[in-house]
């Protein structure tokens, strides 16, 4: 049977669990705090915050939104999350990427405090992944694994192919699969015959950007597909695969919108929890 792995039913039961642990946390004096960082203006930006703000508000995280103006230097960036990492009124920090291209984010990801690193970005968190299992893990990989979990996919020895190797998403996520017994291929813009590698895949995982890249010959019967790129075509939103071709052959696969995306806000406020609750040594 096949089995569509759609996000919204476990995000809601994240955020009520959330409900009640930050109820605890609160009842024991303790607010958990994160400080959403945005530089510029960039609209796309403005409705992922305002979603991030409502969750915050839902759950009952304290967001505190700082605005700077399009030309801050990176230097005044730097200095303020430093001034954040300092500030024990703070848990979590996170910046909204893009940032205006006079900010490098490998920059930022390196300064914020990986104590505080909501968004799980820092070299830190990247080097822990590998090295150690961790509970501080990017928002994205943390959905992957959500869905993984709540619809049991089984990962050992599972031949499996990432497509996409950033920082936010493919590498961390090679770590973590690689933890759960997976043997894992990551793939890249350089990649020679990606069709090659991916069908012979148990489980894809594309985090490209790039619609209509997985297609229906690239893919094996009875795989499992995770699809976490955002595309948008004819301002319709969808994923790097051909969901209506491939979706025949797969034995599971994300839907996008509806898939990876509604997890991935709920996994940011969790983080936001987990690093609260760490620096209270609980
Ligand atoms: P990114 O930093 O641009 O990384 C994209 C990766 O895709 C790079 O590693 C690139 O290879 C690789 N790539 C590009 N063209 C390729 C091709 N033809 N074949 C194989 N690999 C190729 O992007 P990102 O920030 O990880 O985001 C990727 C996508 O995921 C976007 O659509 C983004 O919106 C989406 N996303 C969704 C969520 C969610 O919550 N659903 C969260 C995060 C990101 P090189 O390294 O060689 O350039």
Redesign the pocket.
């Known amino acids: 049977m096949k089995k569509l792995l759609e996000g919204k039913t476990p995000a809601n039961e994240i955020k009520e669990n959330l409900i009640e642990e930050i109820k605890k946390l609160k009842s024991d004096g303790i607010n958990p705090t994160l400080c959403v960082i945005e530089v510029g203006d960039d609209p796309a930006s403005k409705i992922y915050l305002r979603v991030k703000r409502n969750l915050a508000k839902k759950v009952g995280i304290k967001e505190i939104g700082l605005h700077f103006p399009a030309n801050t230097s990176q230097a005044e960036l730097l200095e303020k999350i430093e001034d954040l990492n300092q500030d024990p009124s703070i848990n979590g920090i996170m910046v909204q990427l893009p940032v205006p291209p006079q900010i490098d984010p490998r920059a930022i990801f390196e300064t914020i405090a990986p104590e505080k690193d909501a968004d799980g970005f820092s070299p830190f968190t990247l080097r822990r992944l590998w090295a150690v299992q961790s509970d501080v893990i990017p928002a994205?990989v943390r959905?992957i694994l959500t869905l993984i979990d709540y619809y049991g996919i089984e990962m050992a020895g599972k031949n499996t192919v990432i497509?996409?190797?950033?920082v936010?998403?493919?590498k961390p996520l090679a770590a973590v699969l690689v933890e759960r017994d997976a043997t894992v291929t990551i793939?890249?813009?350089?990649?020679k015959n990606?069709s090659e590698l991916t069908k012979n895949a148990d489980v894809i995982i594309s985090?490209?950007?790039?619609a209509h890249?997985v297609t229906e010959d690239m893919v094996k019967e009875g795989a499992v597909i995770i699809d976490?790129?955002?595309?948008r075509e004819n301002g319709k939103l969808m994923g790097?695969v051909d969901f209506d071709m491939v979706a025949p052959k797969a034995k599971a696969i994300t839907p996008v919108p509806g898939g990876?995306?509604p997890l991935?806000v709920a996994s940011l406020m969790k983080q936001a929890v987990i690093l609260t609750r760490k620096q209270h040594g609980r």
């Open positions: 994205t959905s497509i996409g190797r950033s936010i998403v493919g793939a890249h813009s350089k990649t990606l985090d490209v950007g790039k890249l976490v790129g955002m595309n790097d990876v995306g991935t």
